[in-house]
């Protein structure tokens, strides 16, 4: 498949403004993120997309940059604005704040899309603190390996084990914690930003409900790696430190 990976990034955010181009171990990071994306086997061309002035001047010395409209809701909605005039099967939409996204997860959610929509990726929960964490999203599949839905609680309820401490439930169950990289077939992307913004998706925050709700399945492959954000000026020292390992 003629596949493109496009990496949606803004300048303002609340709890980081500027992010992208916040320098980590010496590079900005939006400048991390293009060359993990490179080092995928799945994609033609890696591109920033922005509305951003700023970030498209720091970006252009290291790969192509194509501005957007400086209203959209989700990230799902810029990326589709430059598929929509770009020749490609279909895109891969890399989170602009991971700087260290294994290529492998990428070329994953890449292969998933030969037999389906839209793809994702999914990791098993390990650590007690992300279990009730909201912002640690979880996803529940069923046996074909689609997602059910996704949510910022725990899912599912574990009715025999709720008494149990987490460290047990953990142990009962397969818990996934959903890694926000999504793989879209051109047309179910172009056709998926046609629809509103979705009650669930109101709801929870999650843009990928939308797609459930309006009918896309969304093939989710299970990874061993683990998503490292840099959410916030704290993040980045740790993030620095996995660097260097």
């Known amino acids: 498949m003629n596949l493109l990976g496009i990496i949606p990034a803004r300048y303002a955010s609340t709890r980081f403004p500027g992010k992208p181009l916040h320098l980590i171990a010496g590079k900005p990071l939006i400048q991390h993120v293009v060359e993990r994306c490179r080092l995928a086997k799945s994609l033609r061309e890696v591109i920033v997309a922005t509305d951003d002035e700023r ?3 720091v970006a252009r010395a290291f790969c192509r940059v194509e501005m957007t409209r400086a209203d959209h809701p989700s990230g799902s909605d810029r990326i589709a604005e430059v598929a929509s005039r770009c020749e490609c099967d279909g895109v891969v939409n890399i989170q602009g704040d ?3 996204m ?3 997860v990428i070329d994953a959610v890449a292969g998933a899309l030969a037999d389906a929509e839209m793809s994702t990726a999914a990791t098993p929960i390990a650590a007690a603190e992300e279990y009730d964490n ?3 999203v979880k ?4 046996a074909a390996g689609r997602a059910l839905y996704f949510s910022r609680r725990t899912i599912p309820y574990l009715r025999d084990a709720a008494t149990q401490p987490v460290s047990e439930q953990l142990v009962a169950f397969p818990f996934l914690k959903h890694l926000g990289i999504y793989g ?3 047309e179910a992307l172009l056709r998926l930003v046609r629809f509103p913004v979705s009650p669930l998706e109101a ?6 409900l939308r797609a459930l709700e ?3 399945s969304i093939a989710v492959v299970r990874v061993r790696h683990d998503s490292v954000g840099v959410d916030t000026p704290e993040d980045v020292a740790r993030v620095e430190r996995l660097l260097k390992q």
Do not use: C, H
């Not at 996803?139 to 069923?142: F, G, I, L």
């Not at 709801?203 to 990928?208: H, I, M, N, R």
């Open 184 to 186: 879209y077939r051109r």
């Open 214 to 216: 309006n009918g896309i």
């Open 203 to 208: 709801a929870e925050k999650l843009e990928q």
């Open 98 to 100: 991971e700087p260290l």
């Open 134 to 136: 909201p912002n640690v």
């Open 102 to 104: 294994d290529p492998t």
């Open 139 to 142: 996803v529940v599949v069923n």
């Open 55 to 57: 970030i498209a001047a």
